[in-house]
């Protein structure tokens, strides 16, 4: 099992920006990628970004050039740095682990939230 224990949200005023942080525990030798996935009021959970164990890394159009995910694995750590932010950024954020093949589904953490006001 791999746990996923998220920390960093809060409100910003827009243009501002936060620092979420996921710590992994567990049997995270499995893990082939990670990332963040954030879900607004009424909307359907979407991929913010993802990493792979490789580090190749993909964005999703509404947050590239603003968002950054970056990893310390000495800390069992990933981290979403939020530049730039936008009421529309205002969502439930979700760290994620794919356990891979063998796992054959994925971790969630509880979620952190994030209100951005204009």
């Known amino acids: 099992q791999v746990q996923l224990v998220e920390s960093g949200g809060g409100l910003v005023q827009a243009g501002g920006s936060l620092r979420l942080s996921c710590a992994a525990s567990?049997?995270?030798?499995?893990?082939?990628?990670m990332g963040w996935y954030r879900q607004a009021p009424g909307k359907q959970r979407e991929l913010v970004v993802a990493i792979t164990s490789g580090g190749s890394t993909n964005y999703a159009d509404s947050v590239k050039g603003r968002f950054t995910i970056s990893r310390d694995n000495a800390k069992n750590t990933v981290y979403l740095q939020m530049n730039s932010l936008k009421p529309e950024d205002t969502a439930v954020y979700y760290c994620?682990?794919?356990?891979?093949?063998?796992?054959?589904?994925?971790?969630w953490g509880q979620g952190t939230q994030v209100t951005v006001s204009s």
């Open positions: 994620n682990a794919d356990g891979g093949p063998l796992v054959g589904h994925d971790y």
């Open positions: 567990g049997s995270i030798f499995s893990i082939t990628a």
